[in-house]
């Protein structure tokens, strides 16, 4: 596990932002690129940034039976998984 310095700032209207190194970015161990969509959480004091499939990001409670049928096999699979776990 890699360990890095990093600056938080906060703004009144927009969030913040965190800033990570840029040698900290570049190592390969790195999991993340540009354009990924993520999850934040925090979770007993502690940050925790993990990566998202689109379908995650949708609440499926809300959408019709058949959006979720025309999906491809192992996403339907994802889904049900999802709903089944405890929010």
């Known amino acids: 596990m890699r360990k890095g310095l990093s600056k938080y700032t906060r703004f009144k209207k927009s969030g913040g932002l965190l800033y990570l190194p840029q040698a900290f970015i570049n190592d390969l161990c790195f999991p993340f690129v540009a ?11 502690r940050l925790i940034v993990r990566k998202v499939r689109w379908w995650e990001m949708l609440d499926w409670a809300q959408m019709r039976p058949s959006a979720i049928r025309r999906l491809p096999a192992e996403i339907q699979a994802d889904i049900e998984r999802m709903q089944r776990q405890p929010m």
């Open 35 to 45: 354009g990924d969509c993520l999850e934040v959480s925090v979770e007993n004091e």
